[in-house]
């Protein structure tokens, strides 16, 4: 079964950075799209960054310029570095699959981000 773990996540000031990560238990892991995805409290999930298996990016335009995801296909990892973190950034996030039904479309935990002073 595909597990995925998130951390990194916590309080930060707007104008902040952080750098979440997750670890991610899948086969062939290289093979996928892998994005990270948030969701807001009162809010359907979204995608926020996409890093397809050749390495090319794609972000929603409500973080490009800001975000930057990366991926570590020896370790079977996915991060996320956000800066310039805003309060409308406030929300759990979560990696998987893009779309989260290539991987079977079970969810982790998720890791808390908190944008505020």
């Known amino acids: 079964q595909v597990q995925f773990v998130e951390s990194g996540g916590g309080l930060v000031e707007p104008g902040g950075s952080l750098k979440l990560s997750c670890a991610a238990s899948v086969l062939a892991f290289d093979r996928y799209a892998m994005g990270w995805y948030r969701q807001a409290p009162g809010k359907e999930r979204e995608v926020v960054a996409t890093?397809?298996?050749?390495?090319?990016?794609h972000y929603a335009d409500s973080v490009k310029g800001r975000f930057t995801i990366s991926r570590s296909n020896a370790r079977n990892t996915v991060h996320l570095q956000m800066n310039r973190l805003k309060p409308e950034d406030t929300a759990i996030y979560y990696c998987?699959?893009?779309?989260?039904?290539?991987?079977?479309?079970?969810w982790g935990q998720g890791t808390q981000v908190t944008v505020s002073s």
């Open positions: 890093i397809f298996s050749t390495g090319n990016t």
């Open positions: 998987n699959g893009v779309p989260p039904t290539i991987l079977g479309g079970s």
